[in-house]
């Protein structure tokens, strides 16, 4: 597959016109419940058929878009974690598609990805949601220079998850789910 070398940073000021979710619309507070929903209908995917298979050459399988948004979850959980205990943090790099085949998705065991998955997205989630008052303000960047504040961190990752379940099931999340 090709790298995504994309700056997706645009999901935070308009809607994405594939999976359909507006984060301008979100409130860094509704990213824990979306999360959640999020991590449960995965864990469903994984468990309907094999997801070995990628449906075309140029996309991932189910198995491997849920080892990714597990991984996300968890680098995520860190990025939040320096924004919210350094003064603008600098994030380290992280290769995406290095670590789909480092850590060889296609061959992970479903039941344990959606475990980890939930696992992950759950220590995010409770760490988002002990987020409040002027620590969604809390800044940190990423090493491409992109500047983040602890909320918009919050809705720029949520697209995330949420674009690559509808990469695998075509349907959208409503962000509705989160009130």
Known sequence: MTPDTKDWTWVLRRP???????????RPEDVP????????????????GDPRPRPRPDRWSP????????????????????MLTEDQ????????????LADRYADQDPAVVAAELIDAAEHLAVRFAQVSGSQWERPGRRSDGAHFTV??????????????LFDVTGREQSAHAAR
Do not use: K, M
Not at 33 to 48: F, G, Q
Not at 63 to 82: G, K, M, N, P, T
């Open 16 to 26: 994405c016109p594939d999976c359909g979710l507006d984060t301008s619309r979100l």
């Open 33 to 48: 419940t979306l999360l959640r929903a999020n991590a449960t209908a995965w864990r469903d995917v994984l468990a309907d």
């Open 63 to 82: 198995i491997e878009y849920a080892c990714h948004v597990r991984d996300v979850c968890r680098v995520f959980a860190d990025r939040l974690h320096l």
């Open 89 to 100: 943090p600098h994030f380290p790099n992280w290769d995406q598609d290095a670590t789909a």
């Open 151 to 164: 909320g918009t961190l919050a809705r720029y990752f949520i697209h995330d998850p949420v674009h690559h």
